[in-house]
């Protein structure tokens, strides 16, 4: 080496104005082929066939403190909101889908559905 190195600065520039925003214009989409709108054609419903759902039977609810929480025991009743009798709920992820009553099959508890929700109510309980 020949000598000592000198460092060579560049001289400050000032800072770059912001860039401006870029322009956006509305997305276009072309026409959907006749037959492709919602509902005008086959689903192929094979491709969630396996996915599971939480099915709950609901017998009643009720609301209580937590003073009288604390103080329940074995052998204590709590009353539900509904009659005995009255068809029990039935919930697939938390939306009701139809009603039933309890029956025993092969020493089993299942329940025979005596009313279901129709699709349009359903969706409505979804917005509630």
Same mark, same amino acid.
């Given at each position: 080496?020949?000598?000592? =190195?000198? @460092? ?7 800072? %770059? !104005? ?6 956006? %214009?509305? %997305?276009?989409?072309? =026409?959907?082929?006749? *037959?492709?709108?919602?509902?005008? *054609?086959? &689903?192929?419903?094979? &491709?969630?066939?396996?996915?599971r759902?939480?099915?709950?039977? =609901? ?9 009288? &929480?604390?103080?329940?025991?074995? *052998?204590?009743?709590?009353e ?17 889908? !139809?009603? *039933? @009553? ?7 508890f ?9 699709? @349009? ?6 917005? =509630?």
């Amino acid at each position: 080496m020949s000598g000592p =190195e000198q @460092e060579t600065q560049q001289p400050e520039q000032p800072p %770059a !104005a912001p860039t401006p925003a870029p322009q956006t %214009a509305p %997305a276009e989409f072309g =026409e959907l082929p006749p *037959g492709s709108a919602a509902g005008g *054609g086959q &689903l192929n419903l094979d &491709l969630i066939m396996d996915v599971r759902l939480d099915l709950t039977l =609901e017998v009643g609810r009720t609301r209580i403190t937590v003073r009288n &929480l604390l103080d329940l025991t074995q *052998g204590s009743v709590v009353e539900l909101d509904k009659l005995a009798g009255e068809p029990l709920d039935v919930l697939v992820n938390g939306t009701l889908v !139809a009603h *039933g @009553e309890v029956v025993m099959v092969n020493e089993k508890f299942g329940i025979r559905l005596l009313d279901v929700v129709s699709p @349009e109510k359903r969706v409505e309980s979804l917005r =509630e």
